[in-house]
C-alpha cells in the first residue's frame, strides 16, 4: 500500500504532456508546450492545488533560483556578474509578474480561461524592455478585466526554453495567448507571430490587445492589426 501511495504521489507532482506543434512552431492542440518534468517547489504560502502563482511566490522562486544559480557558478570558479540584476533592481511593473521558471510561463499559458494573455519576452536590464513594459504596466491598470501581463527574462542563465520555438531573437518581443493557443496578428511587417520592435503607444497597444481578444472571443486565430505597422511608418 505504502508503495501505491507513493507512485501516486509522484504522477500528481510531475508536469508531463506531449505537444503537437504545426509549422510555424506554435501548438494548437490544448495540450502543453513542453515536458518539463517537477514543478518547482511551491511556497507555504501558496496552496498546493493553485493553478495560477502569486506574486509573493514568483518573487521568492525568482530569488532562490537567482541564489542557487550563483552558487553553483561560483563552485565552478566563474564569475555571474554579467547575468545579475543590479544589487538594488526592483520590479517597479506589480502589474506585470515575472515568469522565472519555463514551467510557470506554461502554467500562465494554460490555465488562464477568460483572459488574453500577454508575455514579453527578453532581456529585463534591456533598455527597450523596460520601455515596453511601462507601456504594459499602463494598458494593465486599463484592461485586466480582460487582460493579464507577463514578462519573462530569455537570457541562456534564465529561461531560455521558448527562444527557439518561438524564434526569440529580438531585444524586446511581445506574444499573446488565449485559452492555450497562439494568438497571431498582421501587423503589416512580415512577421504575425509576435511584436518585435518597443511598441511605446498605449493606446495603440491597447487597440491592439482590443482586437486580438474579440478576435479570440470568437475563435479567430488570426486577426488584423488596425493600425499597418510597415516600414513605411517607421516604427
Known amino acids: 500500500m505504502s508503495r501505491m501511495n507513493a507512485a501516486s504521489n509522484y504522477s500528481k507532482s510531475s508536469f508531463s504532456a506531449i505537444s503537437t506543434v504545426n509549422g510555424n512552431g506554435i501548438q ?11 514543478a518547482p517547489p511551491i511556497p507555504s504560502s501558496t496552496s498546493a492545488g493553485a493553478l495560477e502563482p502569486t ?8 530569488e532562490e533560483s537567482n541564489r542557487r544559480r550563483k552558487i553553483g557558478r561560483r563552485d565552478e570558479g566563474e564569475s555571474d556578474d554579467d547575468d545579475e540584476e543590479p544589487k538594488s533592481y526592483v520590479n ?4 506585470v509578474l515575472d515568469l522565472p521558471h519555463a514551467f510557470y510561463v506554461d502554467q500562465a499559458i494554460m490555465t488562464e480561461e477568460d483572459r488574453l494573455v500577454v508575455i514579453r519576452f527578453g532581456d529585463h536590464r534591456d533598455p527597450d524592455c523596460q520601455r515596453q513594459d511601462e507601456v504594459l ?14 514578462k519573462c527574462d530569455n537570457r541562456r542563465s534564465k529561461v531560455p526554453d521558448f527562444n527557439q520555438m518561438y524564434e526569440l ?3 524586446s518581443t511581445v506574444m499573446f495567448f488565449f ?3 497562439h494568438m497571431m496578428c498582421d501587423f503589416g511587417t ?3 507571430n509576435k511584436i518585435n520592435w518597443v511598441l511605446d503607444n498605449k493606446d495603440e497597444m491597447i487597440d491592439i490587445l482590443e482586437v486580438i481578444y474579440k478576435g479570440a472571443r470568437k475563435g479567430r486565430g488570426l486577426v488584423n492589426s488596425p493600425k499597418d ?3 513605411r511608418h517607421a516604427y
Request: glycine share 6%; aromatic share 12%; proline share 4%.
Open 28 to 38: 494548437n492542440n490544448g495540450t502543453s508546450l513542453h515536458n518539463f518534468g517537477t
Open 55 to 62: 506574486p509573493e511566490s514568483l518573487r521568492e522562486e525568482s
Open 92 to 95: 517597479p511593473h506589480q502589474n
Open 137 to 150: 504596466e499602463k494598458c494593465a491598470k486599463m484592461t485586466h478585466q480582460w487582460c493579464v501581463f507577463y
Open 169 to 171: 531573437y529580438d531585444r
Open 179 to 181: 485559452r492555450n493557443k
Open 190 to 192: 512580415g512577421n504575425n
Open 229 to 231: 505597422y510597415s516600414t
